[in-house]
């Protein structure tokens, strides 16, 4: 198996990792390395937050890491919370207090069900011993339900619902979230890269 550091201490984010690069990856995150400081989300994009993880924890131990960053823009909210959707109730905020914010928000601003268009974003940025190989990105478009739904998965899903579904990633079985959703789209593209690292160059 390849070994792939993540830098991350998210365990649902390194679940769905696992899940999505399959068998041939030895999928490992930053849980058992305490030493390690993942920087602060301080860039203006998803991408440049995702390529700072990753550069700052590459480990030599490590041939190839990943830092990812993904997050809810609703487009009511001029695209808010966007990539401070983990810190959006305040820091260290939880799950519960970033969906009351933005349900609050939509509410204050009288924003209608048919008007709470939204999208799932998620940047991943490849490195090995500091070199930046690529970055991958997926999204998922959907709208803001009017209340949280379903105890499945985890951040903004229960009140995310995907264009041409009726229920939120809440309420959705991971397999079923896992073959729609922006983090698998992304992921998709990552392991069609490192696959393709791992193939032999014709005429060798």
């Given at each position: 198996?390849?070994?792939?550091?993540?830098?991350?201490?998210?365990a649902n984010k390194t679940?769905?990792?696992?899940?999505?690069?399959?068998?041939?990856?030895?999928?490992?995150?930053?849980?058992?390395?305490?030493?390690?400081?993942?920087p602060k989300e301080s860039?203006?994009?998803?991408?440049?937050?995702?390529?700072?993880?990753?550069?700052?924890?590459?480990?030599?131990?490590?041939?190839?890491?990943?830092?990812?960053?993904?997050?809810?823009?609703?487009?009511?909210?001029?695209?808010?919370?966007?990539?401070?959707?983990?810190?959006?109730?305040?820091?260290?905020?939880?799950?519960?207090?970033?969906?009351?914010?933005?349900?609050?928000?939509?509410?204050?601003?009288?924003?209608?069900?048919?008007?709470?268009?939204?999208?799932?974003?998620?940047?991943?940025?490849?490195?090995?011993?500091?070199?930046?190989?690529?970055?991958?990105?997926?999204?998922?478009?959907?709208?803001?339900?009017?209340?949280?739904?379903?105890?499945?998965?985890?951040?903004?899903?229960?009140?995310?619902?995907?264009?041409?579904?009726?229920?939120?990633?809440?309420?959705?079985?991971?397999?079923?979230?896992?073959?729609?959703?922006?983090?698998?789209?992304?992921?998709?593209?990552?392991?069609?890269?490192?696959?393709?690292?791992?193939?032999?160059?014709?005429?060798?």
């Amino acid at each position: 198996m390849q070994p792939l550091l993540v830098a991350t201490r998210n365990a649902n984010k390194t679940r769905e990792f696992r899940a999505l690069l399959g068998k041939d990856f030895d999928v490992h995150d930053l849980s058992s390395f305490d030493q390690i400081a993942i920087p602060k989300e301080s860039g203006h994009t998803f991408e440049e937050n995702a390529i700072a993880k990753a550069m700052a924890v590459a480990q030599d131990r490590y041939l190839l890491v990943v830092g990812e960053d993904s997050g809810l823009e609703v487009d009511a909210l001029d695209r808010a919370p966007g990539v401070f959707s983990a810190r959006y109730g305040g820091e260290d905020a939880s799950d519960k207090e970033n969906i009351d914010k933005l349900l609050g928000e939509l509410t204050r601003r009288n924003v209608p069900l048919d008007r709470r268009s939204a999208r799932f974003r998620c940047d991943i940025a490849l490195v090995r011993e500091g070199q930046l190989l690529g970055t991958f990105e997926g999204i998922v478009e959907g709208s803001i339900a009017d209340h949280p739904r379903g105890s499945l998965g985890f951040g903004y899903d229960p009140i995310f619902i995907p264009n041409g579904l009726d229920q939120t990633f809440g309420e959705l079985p991971a397999d079923t979230k896992n073959k729609i959703s922006h983090r698998s789209k992304a992921i998709a593209a990552l392991r069609a890269a490192l696959n393709k690292m791992k193939r032999p160059s014709e005429g060798t």
